[in-house]
C-alpha cells in the first residue's frame, strides 16, 4: 500500500526552527509537495520537490531524498502565524496525490 | 477575485437526504477535483476529472458522483446522506498534475454535518 508518514504534533518557540519530516512509500514518484493549512482553511501549497536536495524559500525550506523515500519542510525565524498543519502529499507513478495526515505545528511565544 | 470557490460554506442535514455541493474555478484549469478531509485531518481524493478522464477512488460510494456541466465547475452530488458522511469537503483545481511542479488550488471547503 501506499503511506505517508509525519509526526502528529509539534512545538516550537517563536523566533526559533523547527524541521518536520515526512518519509512516503508510494507506487512510483513524481515529486513531493508542502501545503500549509490553518483551522479552518483550505491548504495552500508552499513547496515543491522533484530532484534531491534542498530548494529555500524565503523563512522555509524543502529537502528531499529519494533513496531514502524522505522529505523535511524547514521553518526559520518562527512567525505566531505559522501556527498551521503542514501537509506532505507524494504524486505517485499514476499522477495521483497521496496525502499524509499533516504535522500541527504550534509556536509558542 | 477567489480562484476556486464552492458552496455552501456549512451544510447540515439530516440522515437520508441528497444534497449538492458546488465548485468553480476561474483559473482555467484543466482539471478538478473533490477531496474528504475526515476528522483525522487525511485529505482523501473522492474523484479527479477533466475534460478527458473522469478518475473515481474505488473506495468513495455510490451514493457519491460528480457532474461537471463544463470545464470551470464540478459538483458534487450526495444521496442518502449516513452519519459518517460528516467531515470537510474540499474541492481543488490544477492543471494536469502530469506537467510537473503544478500545484493544486483549494476552495474553502465545506463543512458537512449529518444528523
Known amino acids: 500500500g501506499q503511506n505517508i508518514d509525519q509526526p502528529t504534533e509539534m512545538t516550537a518557540t517563536e523566533g526559533a526552527i523547527v524541521q518536520i519530516n515526512c518519509t512516503y512509500q508510494?507506487?512510483?514518484?513524481?515529486?513531493l509537495f508542502w501545503y500549509q493549512q490553518h483551522a479552518g482553511e483550505a491548504p495552500t501549497f508552499l513547496s515543491y520537490?522533484?530532484l534531491d536536495g534542498l530548494e529555500e524559500k524565503g523563512r522555509f525550506s524543502s529537502f528531499l531524498s529519494r533513496s531514502k523515500g524522505y522529505s523535511y519542510l524547514l521553518l526559520k525565524e518562527l512567525q505566531m502565524k505559522d501556527s498551521a498543519s503542514y501537509l506532505c502529499?507524494?504524486?505517485?507513478?499514476?499522477?495521483?496525490?497521496?496525502w499524509g495526515a499533516g504535522t500541527k505545528l504550534i509556536i509558542k511565544p | 477575485d477567489t480562484a476556486v470557490s464552492q458552496t455552501p460554506k456549512y451544510l447540515v442535514t439530516q440522515m437520508g437526504n441528497d444534497k449538492s455541493i458546488k465548485c468553480e474555478q476561474n483559473?482555467?484549469?484543466?482539471?478538478m477535483y473533490w477531496y474528504k478531509q475526515d476528522s483525522k485531518k487525511f485529505l482523501k481524493i473522492m474523484f479527479s476529472?477533466?475534460?478527458?478522464?473522469?478518475?473515481i477512488n474505488e473506495t468513495v460510494p455510490n451514493r457519491f458522483s460528480p457532474k461537471s456541466p463544463d470545464k470551470a465547475h464540478l459538483n458534487l452530488h450526495i444521496n442518502s446522506l449516513e452519519l459518517g458522511d460528516s467531515a470537510v469537503y474540499f474541492c481543488?483545481?490544477?492543471?494536469?498534475?502530469?506537467?510537473?511542479?503544478?500545484?493544486?488550488?483549494f476552495g474553502q471547503g465545506t463543512r458537512l454535518t449529518v444528523v
Open positions: 476529472y477533466n475534460n478527458k478522464e473522469l478518475i
Open positions: 483559473l482555467g484549469h484543466d482539471t
Open positions: 508510494t507506487s512510483g514518484f513524481n515529486g
Open positions: 481543488a483545481s490544477s492543471q494536469d498534475l502530469a506537467e510537473l511542479n503544478t500545484e493544486a488550488f
Open positions: 502529499a507524494v504524486l505517485d507513478s499514476n499522477y495521483q496525490l497521496i
Open positions: 520537490n522533484v
